[in-house]
Each structure stands twice: as C-alpha cells, then as structure tokens.
C-alpha cells in the first residue's frame, strides 16, 4: 500500500491543499483531490497497479469469470487486468446510453457469470454501487470490487457493507496521508485538518464555504 501512495503523490495523481480547497462535482470543498487517470501516463505505474490488482484477483478471486470496469476510471485498467487474467471485459456505464442499444453494460455478459468490479477511485461508493446493481441485475454474482484508492470515509463504509461488497484497494487516505508526510509534501500541522475532512467532509466544507 505504501508503495502505491508514493506512485500517486510522485506523479500528482493526488493532490494535498488546505488553504485552498478543491471543488468536487457535487461542489463540496475537500483539501485533498484525486485523479487516478494520470497513472495511465506512466508505463512503469500503470503496469505495478495492473500488476497489484491481479495478484489481488487471483488470490481472493480465483474463480472469477468476467472483470468488469466502471465508466470511465476503470475501464482502462479492468480492460489490462482482463488481458492478463484472459478473461472477458465488459464496462458499466453510469446510465443507459440515449441512444443505440440504451445499454447501461457494454460487452457481452451472460447471467449467472462471477464478475470483479474494477475502479479507480471510491469516495462515498455511491457511483462504484450502482455499477454492481447494474451487474447483479443482470443476473451476475459480484464477487468484490478492487480499486486504487479509498478515501475511508465512513459514509462509504456503510454503503459497501448494506451492499454486501467486497472492497479491496492497492492504498487508502491515511496511507497516503502518512507518505505525504514522510516525503515532505505536506506537515504535521497539514494533517490535522485532513484528518478533520475525512471524519466530517460537509462540515469541513461547510466551514469553507
């Protein structure tokens, strides 16, 4: 895990910034902002996770059939882990597309098969979970899901276990917070408010507005 976090800080995957706060989509301020797309630039980082997330899958999920990425973070690397397991690829897109098929799973899946759910990122698990109910709707048995990173919020915690999924991930927040420190890129001091984001996100953000 410690490994990954230093890949991610290295390449600015992950950005760290408390005095000024980044923007989520949903328009919550974080201090912390994570792009794990950009390990996709990097031969040698894009093939160690490609790498980690296999030796994850053949140990846990041995008897996995299909690797399913979600739109779109995994899907580049769900589609390179299925290369070396040589099993079948599909994608879950986050809605039915409008046009076409209106297919929400792209690629060809039959019911019954045991799926590995590939992701990049998991924040609060609302998005990575509606790829699994899209899965199990049709008629899929979702054996786990494996991202790069987790933020821990507790929020997410929660989902997964209502759920009942899986999660395992190559690092996690406080990992990274702890690398963060060692390499210098952030304080002690730094840490102390990080740590008071991911305990409570909207009312860190709250206080930011």
Known sequence: MNKTAKHLLEIK?????????????????????????????????????????????????????????????????????????????????????????????????????KVVVIEDLVSTGKSSLIAVDALREAGCEVLGMVAIFTYTLKTALENFEQANVKLDTLTTYPILLEQAVESGYISENDVISLNEWSADPAKWSDNRM
């Not at 160690?48 to 994850?56: A, G, L, S, T």
Request: proline residues 4%; glycine residues 8%.
């Open 13 to 113: 995957a992950v950005k760290l910034n408390n005095d000024n706060p980044f923007t989520w989509a949903s328009g919550r301020k974080s201090p912390i902002y994570c792009d794990n797309r950009v390990t996709l630039s990097y031969p040698e980082i894009r093939t160690y996770i490609r790498d980690q997330f296999v030796e994850i899958i053949r140990k846990n999920y041995a008897d996995v059939d299909v690797i399913a990425g979600v739109a779109t973070g995994g899907i580049a690397q769900g589609a390179l882990v299925a290369q070396v397991l040589e099993k079948p690829f599909v994608y879950v897109r986050a809605e039915e597309k409008k046009h076409g098929t209106n297919s929400r799973i792209e690629g060809h899946l039959n019911a019954g098969q």
